[in-house]
């Protein structure tokens, strides 16, 4: 957890509300990657990003979900119209440009559909 | 297309006796894997990786794990547990794109208790 911030930790919703989870790379980390955690199940992939630019998205729900990582500020994952089967872990991790990059995760955003 | 298979999803060991995680990997090039760990309500910890050169990696808090290119596999061990290793340990492997690597492909996790 070098440095990886997500906000906000925990974040409840209703049903049919939008949720907005961020994060802040490692200072000069120009890739960011998302990860999806259900209980009892590993992280699942979703979206690769560089800064304004995405790489892979082939973990992305073709609905609901998008992502960006603009030129300025963190990177942000969007759900729209909750449903309960979002509520999960979606962690956030973050490397340098190169080869042998090492990706540091940040703690996590619980995300929690009521 | 890389994936990643944990035997057991729970294990148990007594403090003080040799912790082994088991970790098989698929991949059409050479991977580049790693073990990350994950104390409840945490976010992932690295605990090592294997890129290239020796395949012997030696990581933090006594961990070590060997990569095996023939059995395609790298099992995480550590001599002699200690309760502060009870967590769940994921194996994962870098996806490459065109030699790069990428995104991390995560297997589903396997919880380790020690029993003093």
């Known amino acids: 957890n070098a440095g990886v911030m997500q906000n906000p930790r925990h974040l409840v919703r209703r049903r049919g509300q939008e949720a907005r989870l961020r994060c802040s790379p490692v200072?000069?980390?120009?890739?960011v990657y998302w990860y999806r955690q259900l209980p009892e199940e590993g992280l699942k992939f979703m979206v690769y990003?560089?800064?304004?630019?995405?790489?892979?998205e082939s973990g992305m729900p073709k609905e609901r979900f998008s992502a960006e990582f603009p030129k300025e500020g963190p990177s942000i994952l969007r759900i729209q119209q909750v449903v309960r089967g979002d509520s999960a872990a979606y962690f956030c991790?973050?490397?340098?440009?190169?080869?042998?990059?090492?990706?540091?995760f940040g703690q996590g955003t619980r995300l929690t559909v009521v | 297309a890389q994936s990643v298979t944990q035997l057991g999803s729970h294990v148990s060991v007594s403090e003080g006796a040799l912790v082994l995680l088991r970790c098989n990997y698929s991949?059409?090039?050479?991977?580049?894997l790693f073990w990350y760990v994950q104390y409840p309500n945490q976010g992932l910890q690295l605990l090592l990786k294997?890129?290239?050169?020796?395949?012997l990696v030696k990581g933090i808090n006594g961990f070590e794990a060997e990569f095996k290119k023939s059995e395609t596999s790298f099992h995480l061990t550590k001599p002699s547990a200690h309760m502060s290793d009870a967590a769940e340990y994921f194996c994962?492997?870098?996806?490459?794109?065109?030699?790069?690597?990428?995104?991390?492909?995560f297997g589903k996790g396997t919880k380790l208790s020690v029993k003093p």
């Open positions: 991790a973050s490397s340098p440009p190169g080869l042998l990059r090492e990706a540091f």
């Open positions: 200072k000069g980390h120009s890739h």
């Open positions: 990003l560089q800064k304004e630019n995405i790489i892979d």
């Open positions: 991949s059409s090039v050479p991977p580049y």
């Open positions: 294997y890129t290239t050169g020796a395949t």
């Open positions: 994962a492997v870098s996806v490459n794109y065109g030699g790069s690597q990428g995104n991390l492909i």
